[in-house]
Every structure is written in structure tokens, then in C-alpha cells.
């Protein structure tokens, strides 16, 4: 559903992304993972269209995404929650929430889509007039992925939604990504925490120095000898 | 004592529109990250349209404005897609030269077709006054402030409570993010242009009853935008109410109490004071 066909990306003159390919069918959970600055953010800064790749096309569900403005390819159904969170610092969790379904499509199941996402996140429920600056790490992510699926996605992209978390909330975070996964989105997931990744995963591309390259399924990908070596310290 | 409760009293009077002026352009410098060097010259443009309204054809300042606000949001939003959206990602000093030609081709086309004299208008209501407990107001001064509450109500309201006006804000905090709501922030940065400049005319409007206009005194007023938004803190919106009033009651103070020649000197005094002082302005960051 969601086909990346080697894109080429660069900051300027500097190039970071090299014939990066890969691909999301519907209703799997795909991980991309790799070190610190191999290019898995911007993989998907270019699929949701906040970065120009400079060659190669990005096609969802058939149709070229490549080019177009990221509010166009949001309204197609892919939500982004970008690393970092992204919140926006000075609104409510109720106006982040009025935000994510901001789209004429989303805006029309408001309700009902408000309904899910406080019973999936009980605690957005209690902070619900907060401003999004005075919530703790942990609940600013969570803030992050309901806004997302306040759109109604068919792919929800996930860039490092357990980066500088306590293991605890870390272990919640995937609990509920696991969660979302079996109500049936599909789900890109970035992240630096390989083992819980990998075990949660369908699939999975390996990203070193702006290419792809390994891919394989969550548990022959656990097992393969390198990346046990490399990311497992095994 | 009457004496200083009149003169404070119309420094607050006069501070209210100035505020409109200033969250005009603090509007507009919290969404889109330019300083609009032209937005004087919106408020002027906004006194000669009325003025021209009410020549011509009698019609009302006041009840000119609805048509105000509509032309001004198209004016605004116009001008932002034609000359400012092109230059957007430029360095900053290119949106600078960019707004400050804006400005001029707009004084120039004024003195152009109104020629350079001093004009005014004299309506049925010029000289009313409007009696408080022994201080005496200018009525249409009062009846201008009245409005400049209103006005500033309803745009609270639409940043507050509309989607757009949402829009707008989450495109002030956060472009990419917006982005990725599916807001198209360049719609948004068009619309926060255009309230901006409506928002300038009006005060145009609302202050010609009770002064005298020629084409340049746009500079006057970027000039007064300015120091609202310094004072209030650039793009904090609701910051832009107290030092409109501070930068009101000042210049009525000064120019009662020490010369009325320097009056808008005062003014810049507690600008410069300010930014010595307190760089941020007086209420802190951007607050859009
Ligand atoms: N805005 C930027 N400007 C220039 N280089 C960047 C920028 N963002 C990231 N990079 C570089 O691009 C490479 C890939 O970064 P990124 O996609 O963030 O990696 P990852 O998300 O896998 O950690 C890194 O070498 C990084 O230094
Ligand atoms: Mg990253």
C-alpha cells in the first residue's frame, strides 16, 4: 500500500539518502531501524512530503505521492507523528485532538474518533485542558500519537515514539502501538530500540549510512547474526 | 485631578485602536515570521477608502466598516499571495525591502490621488461628547474604542473557537506540524495577512472622525505598530492590548503635561525604555 521506489535525498548539498526503497502492505507492522543518523527520520520527513527527494517516487496506494505538499498527502491517509513529538507548545490536548481531525474527512467522524482515542489514552482524558507544554514526556507522546489517529489513517508513520522515555512508559507506548496495529492501522515504525521493535513487527528494514541494507521479517531479523552484533550486543 | 483623568482617559481612548493596529501586525508576525513594514499604510489606506466612501457618497465611516474588514481580508490576502508568498523562505531583509515598497507604492498612490493637504471629515457627531462623573470624553473617540473591543472580541474569538483560527495558531507554533494536521499553511499565512491588514484599515476608519489625514502618515503608524508590539512582546498577540494602551496613555500624558509638539515622541521613549529594559516586551514571548 505504501511503496517507497529508491528515492535519493539530500540537505543541500549534502546527501544522506541513497536508492532507499521499501514498502508497507496493508495491515502489517513494518519497523525501520539503524543507528543513530542513517537516515530513517528523513526516510520519512520525504514519504509525508517535508522533504523533496531529489530522484525516485513514493507511491501510495497506487498513486505518486512524490512532490505534492504534506497537507495533501495527509489528507490521503498517512499520519505522521514526527520525531520530537511536535506538539504544539502553547494548545490544549482538546485543541490537538480538534487539530487532528482538522481534515473535512476526519472532522466528520469527530466523536466518535475522540471516544477511541481517550479510551485508548485514559490519561489525555485527565489532561484534557492542559496546555501541551505542561505534560510530561511520556504523555506528550501519547498527545502525539492521538493527534495522529484523530486523522483516521491507513498508515500511521511512527518516528522513535519511545525516544527518552522511562522503561516503563516505554513499555506502555509499545503496548499501545501493538494495540492500534490489532484495531487495524498499518504502522511504520521507526525506532532505536531494536529488540522491542523487532519483536512487535511483521517486517523490517535495516538502515546504515542512508541506505537499506537488510530486510527481512521481526524474527529472522532477531536472529540474524548481524544484527544481533550490531544492535542487540549480542 | 479631572484634568489628569481626562487626559489618562483618552490616552486609553486612542491606545485601543492603536492596540488594533499593533495585533495586526503581531498576527501577522506570529504566523508568518515577517515584520509587515507596509502595515501603516494599510491603516491609512483604510482612512482614504472612508474618506472617500463618505465624500463621494455619504456613507458613514461607521457604517463602512463591514465593507472595511471584507475588503481589507481580500486586499491583504491579495497582496500576501502576489508579492510576500514568492519571497517567503528569503532571507529576512528581502521580506523587509519587500514590505517596505508595499508601503510605498501605497502612500505614493494615495498622494497620487488625494494630493498632499490635510483632510478631515465633518460628520453630525464630530464635536458630540459623551459626560462621565465630570470627566468629558469625545464621542466619537468613545463610540471608536466601543468597536475596538468589539473587534478585538470577535478575532479572539475566531482564533479561539474556529477552525481556521485554529489553524492559524497551530501555523504561529509549529508549520510542520501543521502540515502534517493537513492545514495548508499557506492558505493560512494568506488569511493571517489579510485579517492583519483588514485589521489596520479598520483602525484607519476608526480614527478618522477624530483626526486629520494626508498620505504619508502610514510611517506614523508602522511606526506606533511597532512599538504596541514591542512593548506587548513581537507576535504575542494579547500583549499587544497593554502596550497599546501604555504607548496611548503616554503619548496623551506627555503631550498634556509637557508638549504637545513631541507627542509621538513620548511614545518611542517607552519604546527605547522597554527594549533597555525588557527585550522580550513587557508580557513575554510569542503568544499567538
Ligand atoms: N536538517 C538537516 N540538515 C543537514 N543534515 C541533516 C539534517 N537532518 C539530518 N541530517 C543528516 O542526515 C543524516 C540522516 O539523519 P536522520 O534522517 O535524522 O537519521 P536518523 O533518523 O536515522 O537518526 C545524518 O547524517 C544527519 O546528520
Ligand atoms: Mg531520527
Known amino acids: 500500500m505504501l511503496l517507497v521506489e529508491s528515492i535519493n535525498v539530500a540537505y543541500g548539498d549534502l546527501q544522506v539518502l541513497w536508492d532507499v526503497s521499501l514498502s508497507v502492505r496493508e495491515g502489517e507492522l513494518v519497523a525501520l531501524i539503524g ?9 520519512l520527513r520525504a514519504i509525508t512530503g517535508l522533504l523533496r527527494p531529489r530522484s525516485g517516487r ?12 504534506p497537507h495533501r498527502i ?18 490544549t490536548v482538546e485543541e490537538h485532538l480538534l487539530l487532528g481531525s482538522f481534515l473535512p474527512r476526519a472532522r466528520a467522524r469527530r466523536t466518535q474518533n475522540l471516544e477511541r482515542v481517550l479510551s485508548i489514552f485514559p490519561v489525555l482524558r485527565e489532561r484534557f485542558h492542559q496546555v501541551a507544554e505542561t505534560l510530561s514526556g511520556g504523555e506528550q507522546q501519547m498527545l502525539a500519537i492521538a493527534r495522529a489517529l484523530m486523522s483516521d489513517p491507513k498508515v500511521l ?37 531494536v529488540q522491542q521493535a523487532l519483536t512487535i513487527a511483521d517486517r523490517a528494514f535495516v538502515m546504515e549510512n542512508g541506505r537499506v541494507v537488510l530486510e527481512g521479517s521481526g524474527s529472522e531479523l532477531l536472529a540474524h547474526p548481524e544484527v544481533k552484533k550490531a544492535y542487540l550486543g549480542m | 485631578m479631572t484634568t489628569f483623568l481626562q487626559v489618562f482617559m483618552t490616552g486609553i481612548l486612542t491606545g485601543g485602536v492603536y492596540a488594533l493596529v499593533g495585533i495586526g501586525l503581531s498576527l501577522i508576525f506570529g504566523v508568518m515570521r515577517i515584520v509587515n513594514f507596509a502595515h501603516g499604510e494599510f491603516v491609512a489606506l483604510g482612512m482614504y477608502t472612508s474618506l ?5 457618497m455619504g456613507i458613514d465611516p461607521y457604517l463602512a466598516l463591514p465593507l472595511i474588514i471584507v475588503g481589507g481580508i481580500l486586499l491583504g490576502a491579495l497582496v500576501e499571495r502576489v508579492f510576500i508568498a514568492p519571497i517567503i523562505a528569503a532571507p529576512e531583509h528581502v521580506s523587509i525591502l519587500m514590505t517596505v515598497g508595499v508601503g510605498l507604492v501605497i502612500s505614493n498612490l494615495l498622494l497620487f490621488g488625494f494630493g498632499a493637504h490635510p483632510q478631515s471629515i465633518f460628520t453630525w457627531y464630530s464635536t458630540k461628547t459623551v459626560r462621565v462623573g465630570g470627566v468629558t470624553f469625545s464621542g466619537p473617540l468613545s463610540v471608536s474604542f466601543l468597536i475596538t473591543l468589539a473587534v478585538i472580541l470577535g478575532l479572539y474569538w475566531v482564533l479561539t473557537r474556529t477552525e481556521i483560527g485554529r489553524a492559524m495558531r497551530a501555523t504561529a507554533q509549529n508549520r510542520d506540524a501543521a502540515e502534517l494536521q493537513g ?7 494568506m488569511l493571517a495577512f489579510g485579517i492583519g491588514v483588514a485589521l489596520a484599515a479598520v483602525s484607519g476608519t476608526l480614527l478618522l ?26 507576535g504575542n498577540v494579547l500583549g499587544a492590548i497593554g502596550g497599546g494602551l501604555i504607548l496611548g496613555v503616554t503619548e496623551s500624558l506627555g503631550a498634556a503635561y509637557i508638549s504637545s509638539g513631541y507627542r509621538d515622541a513620548f511614545g518611542l521613549i517607552a519604546f527605547l525604555a522597554v527594549l533597555l529594559l525588557r527585550p522580550a516586551g513587557l508580557f513575554g514571548k510569542s503568544r499567538v
Open chain 2, 52 to 56: 472617500l466612501l463618505f465624500q463621494s
Open chain 1, 35 to 43: 543507528a543513530n543518523g542513517a537516515g530513517k527520520t528523513t526516510t
Open chain 1, 157 to 193: 508513520l511512527l518516528d522513535e515514539p519511545s525516544l527518552g522515555l522511562a522503561p516503563l512508559i516505554v513499555k506502555e507506548v509499545f503496548g499501545i502501538i501493538e494495540q492500534i496495529h490489532k484495531e487495524g492501522v498499518t504502522i511504520l515504525l521507526v525506532e532505536q530500540n
Open chain 2, 183 to 189: 492545514i495548508n499553511t499557506a492558505v493560512a499565512r
Open chain 1, 74 to 91: 495527509v489528507e490521503m491517509g498517512i499520519a505522521h507523528v514526527p520525531e520530537g513529538r511536535q506538539l504544539f507548545p502553547l494548545m
Open chain 1, 58 to 69: 513514493i507511491l501510495f496506494d497506487g498513486k505518486d505521492l512524490t512532490g505534492l505538499s
Open chain 2, 209 to 234: 472622525p477624530v483626526l486629520y489625514v494626508i498620505p504619508t502618515i502610514g510611517g506614523v503608524f508602522t511606526l506606533k505598530a511597532f512599538v504596541v508590539t514591542v512593548l506587548g512582546g513581537m
